[in-house]
């Protein structure tokens, strides 16, 4: 039973320290600006879940459908980032 009640106190600590590592944060959606490539919003947030892309303009979303970051990019360069649920 103390090994059960270990392996529990263990894997809660590892799920909450996940959870604090997510990038998806009001902090790293502030530091990201118009202008900026898509080289430099890849080292604040990491790479997309999802990018769709035509006629040199592309809009990737990292996160899902309740908890979001949503940027249109224009040759390369953020126009237009949102976001949702952070």
């Known amino acids: 039973m103390k090994h059960l009640t270990k392996f529990v106190f263990v894997a809660l600590l590892f799920s909450l320290v996940l959870a604090g590592c997510s990038k998806l944060n009001q902090e790293n959606y502030d530091k990201i600006k118009i202008g900026m490539d898509y080289q430099q919003v890849i080292e604040i947030i990491g ?39 952070i």
Not at 58 to 64: M, P, R, T, Y
Not at 71 to 77: E, G, L, N, R, W
């Open 47 to 85: 790479n997309p879940d999802k990018c769709d892309a035509a006629l040199g303009a592309k809009s990737c979303i990292w996160g899902g459908e309740k908890k979001n970051i949503t940027i249109k990019f224009v040759a390369d360069k953020v126009a237009l980032p949102t976001m949702k649920g």
